[in-house]
């Protein structure tokens, strides 16, 4: 573990700028209709109007998932992270009015979640395990303290504060208090976030509780509360007794060695327990997280990074148990698992951890967004074929092109909120090092023993190897530079310092320069961006006979529209020479890659 | 079209007897436990009760599914065709007390369905999309029917013409009758059974009915039936609409052309189809039927004869898409396949038709079930992996192992009544020619042109391709002998006379010999028995890279615990020498194959 400090980026040009300009000229915008359920042709959102109801702003019936609130609040919070690029005024004009709102639909208690405020306020905690209270409210808290930290207006933040207290009030070990934790585990780690914001232990004390609680118990909280309930739940599971794995209640957290269950919910809950542990310095806690994170990335997770392998349940299946048609891989399990990523990179800097954030950013967040901003993808499948997902109803979750949105809708703002806050995941500065871990045009502004460091980077990634830092400083500055060493990088980089080729220790899977840095350094980086044929596990049975084609970062895809029909019939020469050839994808230009053998 | 004439045949020794054996002494006991619920660890029938709550001779409430009468009929149905073979007296006095409960239980005006009768008489007629009243009585025709031909006795026979003369004063085109027909087809083909034995016309009146009125009328039966009911519905599916293709009734069985929805609802249709096409000679019927006969057997069976690739509705999906682990390829539908080849071969005998059947009977039909006899198979996948059908819910359908008996248990009696009449498929016998169909060691006793003709047939397939004629007559006489060309059959077959070969036509893939015969003449029959390396059209995605060892009519199956784990990486060598080697698998001495490349 280490101390991590404070540093200031801002991605400034290339290939993730145009995302971010995207997601502030029009994914915000875009889904602000969407939450006012104004898009044409695609599935009502319900979430603004809900609240509206809520506030008895206007009159009406609750409609969509109990989680609407939830779609609402990651938009504003990716909303506020885009103020940190371009103040809008509109757009806070935007969020103050649902901040109105908001405050007006809070009961005086605290309690706020417009599925049970308009349907039946004498019900709300007595359905924790499908009913995604503590969820939205967890999403609520990571909204305000990202528009706090944008803007310093409180409104938001005071409104989280208020609804915390009051599960503060109702959760936890006191007698008379429930002993319950949430169905869908995303609390925890926004009460890490406001501890941090606030200070307030008592924020951290009600994460751990819900962590340390979780299975703990017996009999089990949802079988009670289903029982109570006369066996009654929602999503039409009436009489369906909870299954504890589901919801990983299974057993402690401590004895958690597998990723089981709705992944989604996994791996926001493993994140907070590596916040957990890493405020703590719970060792146990720590090889949990550890054990979770090898058996994800080792035997659950695909090339892309999309884990969960079955749409039944949204779940984990089993080890090297990987389909690419049946395949869910859900859009916001892999943002979770990129979030599982950075607080472990926080517990140990090791690079698989930003590997992983890489492999996530490039093949499953942009890959889940159309280039117009507009459409999405929920799953994201390995292998797909539209007749199929029209006609085989074990493939009817497949959807062969993106959706202007969902009824059930989650995944969309996750995407916005995670290219809205990239500049989080590119650096991280230690009291001796700078760990460059995402090649990603930015500027970095940090201070190592009072020595203020600028860094600007420019990476040609993923089209080609080259990256070069400048380095700006007040003075000349000892501390180590630190890059990552990609995983998918095949011979040994070449670091250059000044024009001039040097050594570098290899440390966890990052090239370590310490030295004395002068004002202007350049540092040039250069990594090895070539096709590479990826072999699965034979322990994947689907993949026997199967290979993926990488090149850098990216997994390249098949395509009949590119080649010819019946495309599963297409065979990989292991010999061929690729053509590397330019050409302009929806506006935006890509290698791709043509077998010379096929060519005529 | 070709009249059939009346042929007795008798599976007297040899590969099939066994099963037959095993269905008698074994089977058929057996099923009769599990109808009274005392086969400890198998899930209750509840039929029998059912039938003596109906019958007001215990008290109680209805249990298992709304169609649970079928399986205690199809169950006397297997049972009488035993009776041919082996007189039982305590088998006779079990089917008489039953017969004597379903008249019971029957009301006056001829109604029978323990369902209805139990929970609700009111609701009768009211969901005949979900509830299967039709279908039971079907079933209960077809068991009446082969108890009077085995035995003579009427009284069940008289319940079906009750319970049928009830259906005729309900369902028809006179005004004041309602214009339905089955959720689940099955009376449809019955009925024609009962026209055959009765000669009442209203009987095949009543099947044209059903048959032509499906899909004509608007707006559709079930949809209004459902709007009627207030939506509610069988199944957990209230407020769900009817699906007019799961129920082959989204356009008049003229128009389809492409076999969709419930896959054994669909070849019963058309087995009923096929059987009207010949009687009343439709032109139009019989296209219909060439049409969905083509559709199945050439774009949507597997190579073992199943059928069905989705669990999800138990259904057919759309040409070509045969995967391999989420396939259904239920026991029940490949019966009625074999039901519908059964009824093709008698619009025009190619033999096509019986290449299916004896693909079914080998690969489906005794493979569903366990040497035992009481161990079962509902799902019958090309691809099983044990773990992903205990922790893959898209798998959870398929069963390693095959399970004593089902909640939901319409195979096991459906296999004991196929093989219990597997007599009926071996020949057919028209005005000039004797057609040899299935090589299974029997005694066939017909008459051609006034003369008396047996064949002793003895064969050794499926693991040698020598079969033996014997032509017994009490004086010579002329008549076509015609023998089925396998389709697996790779080499020309050689056909003897007496020792000396002789040439033969061939026509519609039968080897056929016009002569006139003497008593005692032999014929040997020899067609070529090895491996073949099978693939599919390539349109088939999921077994690109892929291909099935046949040898004769088998398919075979690698399994890990005959070779090594992870045996999803198996090579099969196309230049392979397979060493062919006799092995014994639970008392059955069986061909086994060795690669011997893969021999140490």
């Known amino acids: 573990m280490y101390k991590q400090l404070v540093a200031n980026v801002e991605i400034d040009s290339g290939f993730w700028k145009k995302y971010i300009d995207l997601v502030i000229d029009t994914v915000i915008p875009y889904q602000y209709e969407a939450l006012n359920d104004r898009i044409e042709g695609a599935e009502p959102s319900y979430a603004i109007q809900n609240l509206r109801i809520a506030a008895r ?106 609804a915390v207290d009051n599960i503060c009030d109702v959760f936890g070990n006191d007698k008379d208090k429930l002993k319950g934790y949430p169905g869908h585990q995303e609390i925890e780690l926004a009460l890490i976030k406001l501890y941090n914001v606030t200070k307030n232990e008592k924020y951290l004390e009600l994460s751990k509780f819900f962590i340390y609680t979780r299975g703990t118990e017996n009999p089990n909280y949802f079988i009670e509360e289903w029982k109570k309930n006369g066996k009654k739940r929602e999503f039409g599971l009436n009489d369906i007794k909870p299954m504890l794995e589901y919801n990983q209640c299974h057993v402690p957290v401590y004895d958690q060695k597998v990723a089981v269950g709705h992944s989604v919910r996994a791996v926001y809950m493993y994140t907070a327990m590596a916040d957990i542990a890493r405020i703590t310095k719970d060792e146990k806690l720590i090889n949990a997280c550890k054990e979770l994170w090898d058996n994800i990335t080792q035997k659950q997770m695909y090339i892309t990074g999309g884990i969960g392998s079955t749409n039944i349940g949204e779940a984990f ?194 090239a370590i320069v310490d030295r004395i840095w002068e004002n202007n350094d350049v540092v040039d980086f250069e990594v090895t961006v070539e096709v590479i044929i990826m072999e699965s596990n034979p322990l994947v049975k689907k993949n026997i006979g199967k290979v993926a084609i990488q090149r850098g970062p990216l997994i390249y895809c098949l395509e009949e529209v590119d080649n010819f029909s019946n495309i599963n019939e297409a065979v990989i020469n292991v010999d061929t020479v690729w053509k590397e050839t330019s050409m302009d994808i929806s506006s935006l230009e890509v290698v791709v890659l043509i077998d010379r053998k096929s060519v005529v």
């Open 317 to 510: 299946t089993f080890d090297y148990d990987m389909p690419n048609d049946t395949i869910y891989a859900e859009t916001c399990a892999s943002i979770g698992l990129l979030l599982f990523a950075n607080r472990m990179s926080l517990l140990e800097q090791k690079s698989e951890y930003a590997d992983i954030i890489e492999k996530i950013l490039y093949n499953i967040v942009i890959a889940s967004m159309a280039q117009d901003g507009k459409h999405y993808f929920y799953v994201n499948p390995l292998e797909v074929f539209p007749k199929a997902s029209k006609l085989n109803p074990t493939q009817f979750h497949v959807k062969p092109e993106r959706q202007p949105w969902f009824g059930c809708s989650c995944c969309p703002p996750n995407v916005a909120r995670i290219l809205a806050s990239l500049h989080k995941y590119i650096y991280s500065v230690t009291e001796d090092t700078v760990y460059v871990s995402q090649f990603i045009d930015s500027l970095l502004d940090c201070e190592i023993a009072a020595n203020n460091i600028n860094i600007k980077q420019n990476s040609e990634l993923p089209w080609k190897g080259n990256i070069k830092l400048n380095v700006l400083l007040k003075k000349a500055s000892e501390f180590k530079l630190a890059l990552r060493i990609p995983s998918w990088n095949i011979q040994k980089p070449k670091l250059m310092i000044n024009g001039k080729e040097i050594a570098f220790i290899e440390k966890n899977g990052y």
């Open 57 to 162: 702003d206007i009159e009406g019936k609750y409609n969509g998932m109990v989680f609407q609130d939830s779609d609402l609040y990651k938009w504003i919070e990716a909303a506020a992270y885009t103020l940190k690029y371009k103040s809008n005024d509109i757009l806070e004009k935007r969020i103050d009015e649902i901040a109105c709102l908001l405050e007006k639909a809070q009961l005086p208690d605290g309690y706020l979640n417009t599925f049970y405020i308009v349907n039946d306020i004498t019900k709300r905690w007595t359905n924790l395990c499908d009913c995604h209270e503590l969820y939205c409210i967890g999403h609520l808290i990571e909204a305000s303290v990202a528009y706090y930290e944008s803007t310093s207006k409180d409104k938001l933040l005071n409104i989280s504060c208020k």
